[in-house]
């Protein structure tokens, strides 16, 4: 394994839960910053929605601190986390140019899929690759987790779609102001 390998390896507990809670948070900001969005765009159902999954953020981010007790955690910069994309997985990315301010309730559950899809991956990875076997076995746990929030996620969207399919027109949709 070359020693770029290795610097992109969970090492510790301490260090995974760093991660863990750096995803939640940025989870927690993106969710808050779209709510804020689509509240401005008076686009009401999708910003509950993502006032919604803020608050689960903030709730993940609870538990992982209280996992963490008094664990002191490294400060890692924010160019050293070790996911492969730019950003904390749960958080923004590259296909938020596809977020609309007109975007249906559907397109906001696809959106938190794909970024709980993203945590799952960036946990399955620790658990394959970390160097603790605590933190590999912690992540594996954690995985899990994840998981079970894309196994909850693809139900509402399953249900959503089945709800728009039936929905009447939107005779006053969201706007943009001028």
Not at 83 to 107: H, K, V
Request: hydrophobic share 40%.
């Amino acid at each position: 394994m070359s020693s770029s390998e290795q610097a992109s390896i969970i090492q510790s507990v301490a260090e995974l839960l760093a991660h863990a809670l750096e995803l939640e948070y940025a989870s927690q900001a993106h969710y808050e910053q779209l709510a804020d969005s689509m509240h401005v765009h008076h686009n009401t159902d999708v910003a509950d929605l993502f006032r919604r999954l803020a608050v689960l953020s903030a709730e993940h981010a609870a538990a992982v601190a209280y996992r963490a007790g008094d664990t002191e955690l490294p400060r890692i910069p924010p160019w050293a986390f070790k996911w492969e994309c730019p950003n904390a997985p749960e958080g923004s990315d590259c296909l938020d140019p596809a977020i609309s301010y007109a975007m249906s309730t559907a397109q906001a559950i696809e959106l938190a899929l794909h970024n709980e899809r993203r945590g799952h991956v960036f946990y399955e990875q620790v658990a394959a690759s970390a160097t603790d076997t605590d933190a590999r076995e912690l992540a594996a746990e954690m995985a899990t987790e994840e998981r079970e929030h894309v196994a909850m996620l693809e139900a509402l969207l399953v249900s959503e779609r089945r709800r728009e399919d039936n929905a009447p027109e939107d005779l006053d949709p969201p706007h943009m102001p001028d």
